[in-house]
């Protein structure tokens, strides 16, 4: 009699840890599952006359995708390219790159207390000469698909367009004297963007947020919000929506008294704390993806989500996405972690 | 997909036809009794054979529509004799197989394992039936892993090379069921699995 209770003590355990209750079937997933590409997470920046994708690669740095053949290209090659840059790394990474629409620029790593050199990608300048760049700035952060970078100015931190940073005439569009440890420029156009970050002080072992949104000037959102924040986005009818690291959503037209969601978007399953979350742009609406690769859409008015996984193509929630472009011919893509770019239709 | 189940039922149909033509001969020569044990180690490529998915569009997917790719599985299994043809034991095994984008899906199988062996000797044929339960893993997600019933049907030639030692070839069917109702998120996942190990088996018998 003990032994059969023990059995039955023993089933009922296995079975309660067990359970997959929240995920969706393990064989269906296995039945839409995606082949790899062996180019590594993909940044999407722009797109080219002819109809290439130019992204960031974390394989290769920068490369161009032929859609209608699935060819990628690479586009820089650091030992013959860039043998113009001498003492400092020749390193590109996926938030140093920039796009105004046409053109594409790229920042190379610098070293502690260095300028980084600024490139324009041009494939008739290769192999790069000293001519050929721009060493005038400390860059932060690049945004891939908007023309904007985030400089730190000596103690004075910038956004800038690279477009005409690169031409030596540029414009501060947003400027702080807050001292940043950790800062993400979030865009979602060349002109509509946001500098989420902290300082933090070893002494006190305290962080101190700010969060400063560019639409048109420059704007303070609640600086009580103690994260980062990952996402954002704006309707035509001025409604924003942001997303912090830590899942909670921030939504409202007036940018110095957001209002809180009521429900905490479950994120996805890699660190927040080093990377962005892809919005999903078409037009009005608004999608992330989210935790077990789910997608969700955010209404705009009242910071609520919902899954809408299986209104998209199966292909794209069983990727890991990366970031998101919609050409000016109105296609859009995706780039993933693993699986390369993928073109999708909204539902 | 039909040939290979042509295949598996005609493995399963073999012994039975043999066992029809010359009944008296085997039986007659009984090579076990109660008491009897076999140890088995079995080791060989799993081939993922089929998804039954009653909620979808694609009701059916075969092998080359599953995106998963051949892969193995190994087992260990001890078994002990309820009469000269029967006989009754339990079977824990590991089975493993990637998706197309290289994702691992696991399934550790522990099952009660019940053969028939109509003919013994120096040649024998053993079936079998299984039922137990199978833990199973899919590492695209984090903690995505369930435990599901399991049944199995196999099909064997084996060939004792001494007294107590023998090799076998098999193959057969292992069915994993994942059944979700209707209070779970995405109830309309219900699917059956079905995987075909083909194994080399070594066993060891005493009488």
Redo the contacts between chains.
């Keep these: 009699m003990k032994r059969i209770s023990l059995s039955v003590i023993l089933t009922i355990s296995l079975l309660v840890v067990g359970c997959n209750t929240e995920n969706s079937g393990v064989f269906i997933r296995i039945s839409e599952s995606v082949e790899k590409v062996d180019v590594g997470a993909v940044t999407l920046a722009t797109e080219d006359a002819g109809g290439t994708l130019l992204a960031h690669t974390y394989n290769e740095g920068l490369q161009s995708y032929d859609p209608a053949t699935r060819q990628w290209t690479r586009l820089i090659h650091p030992s013959t390219d860039l043998a113009v840059i001498v003492d400092a790394p020749k390193t590109i990474n996926k938030d140093h790159i920039s796009s105004n629409g046409n053109d594409l620029y790229f920042a190379t790593t610098a070293n502690e207390g260095e300028q980084n050199l600024l490139f324009k990608y041009d494939a008739s300048s290769l192999p790069y000469t000293a001519s050929d760049y721009d060493d005038s700035y400390r860059i932060i952060r690049m945004a891939p698909s908007a023309d904007l970078m985030l400089i730190d100015d000596g103690g004075t931190f910038k956004v800038v367009n690279t477009s005409e940073a690169f031409n030596a005439s540029d414009t501060d569009m947003l400027a702080s004297a807050f001292a940043y440890d950790e800062a993400q420029l979030l865009a979602i156009s060349s002109s509509i963007f946001l500098v989420s970050g902290f300082s933090y002080d070893a002494g006190t072992e305290t962080y101190t947020y700010q969060h400063k949104l560019y639409d048109g000037g420059s704007l303070s959102i609640n600086t009580t919000v103690e994260s980062l924040f990952v996402a954002m986005h704006e309707d035509t009818a001025g409604n924003f929506v942001f997303i912090t690291n830590d899942g909670d959503i921030y939504y409202g037209s007036d940018i110095a008294s957001l209002t809180k969601g009521a429900e905490t978007l479950p994120l996805p399953d890699t660190n927040m704390s080093f990377r962005t979350l892809a919005v999903l742009r078409n037009g009005d609406d608004m999608y992330v993806q989210g935790a077990a690769k789910n997608i969700y859409k955010i209404t705009t008015t009242d910071g609520s989500f919902t899954d809408v996984s299986d209104d998209f193509p199966s292909d794209l929630v069983n990727v890991e996405i990366y970031s998101f472009l919609t050409t000016v011919g109105g296609k859009h893509y995706v780039g993933t972690k693993d699986n390369g770019i993928i073109e999708f239709d909204f539902p | 997909m039909k040939k290979i189940l042509l295949f598996v039922l005609f493995a399963i149909c073999l012994p039975g036809l043999l066992l029809a033509q010359d009944t008296e001969s085997t039986s007659s020569s009984s090579q076990y009794g109660m008491g009897s044990q076999m140890f088995t180690f079995r080791a060989g490529p799993v081939v993922p054979a089929f998804?039954f998915?009653p909620d979808?569009s694609d009701t059916f997917?075969s092998f080359d529509?599953?995106?998963?790719k051949v892969g193995g599985y190994g087992s260990i299994r001890y078994q002990g004799f309820l009469n000269n043809t029967l006989a009754l034991g339990g079977e824990l095994g590991y089975l493993f197989s990637y998706?197309?984008?290289?994702?691992l899906?696991t399934s550790v199988p522990f099952q009660a394992k019940l053969t028939w062996i109509p003919l013994q000797g120096t040649f024998e044929l053993p079936l079998s039936i299984g039922l137990g339960?199978a833990?199973?893993s899919?590492n695209?997600?984090?903690?995505?892993?369930?435990?599901s019933l399991l049944s199995t049907f196999e099909a064997g030639i084996s060939w004792y090379f001494r007294e107590d030692w023998g090799i076998t070839i098999g193959t057969g069917l292992q069915v994993i069921p994942?059944i979700?109702g209707n209070a779970?998120?995405?109830p309309n996942?219900?699917?059956i699995?079905g995987f075909m190990p083909i194994t080399l088996s070594v066993t060891y018998r005493s009488n």
């Design positions: 998804f998915r979808q997917l529509e599953m995106r998963m998706d197309i984008g290289g994702d899906f339960f833990y199973n899919y695209s997600l984090v903690d995505t892993s369930f435990l994942e979700y779970h998120t995405y996942d219900t699917t699995a």
